[in-house]
Nanobody, 115 residues
Framework: QVQLVESGGGLVQPGGSLRLSCIASGSTFSGYTMGWYRQAPGKQREWVAHITSGGITNYADSVRGRFTISRDNAKNTMYLQMNSLKPEDTAVYYC?????????WGQGSQVTVSS
């Protein structure tokens, strides 16, 4: 069992930056592929980025070049650095941990990009 807790969301102006954190507890963090998803009002949850246990990263086209995913296995923590934020990035951001067919979700962190 893995428990995930996100933090770092908030209100930011267009063009600004935020860093989300996801702290994991309860199992071996380093073995999981970790990811970020988001869900905007009235839309389905969508994949944003992931990082494998070996550190390989991948991004959705909508965030590539603006967002950076990273992990610190010693701290059981994953990060999402979000730069050049746009209003369309407004959503609840969810942390995900996945190993084979098993996955866990955090409770979500609201990110609002507005002037």
């Amino acid at each position: 069992q893995v428990q995930l807790v996100e933090s770092g969301g908030g209100l930011v102006q267009p063009g600004g930056s935020l860093r989300l954190s996801c702290i994991a507890s309860g199992s071996t963090f380093s073995g999981y592929t970790m990811g970020w998803y988001r869900q905007a009002p009235g839309k389905q949850r969508e994949w944003v980025a992931h990082i494998t246990s070996g550190g390989i990263t991948n991004y959705a086209d909508s965030v590539r070049g603006r967002f950076t995913i990273s992990r610190d296995n010693a701290k059981n923590t994953m990060y999402l650095q979000m730069n050049s934020l746009k209003p369309e990035d407004t959503a609840v951001y969810y942390c995900n941990a996945r190993w084979l067919s098993i996955q866990y979700w955090g409770q979500g962190s609201q990110v609002t990009v507005s002037s």
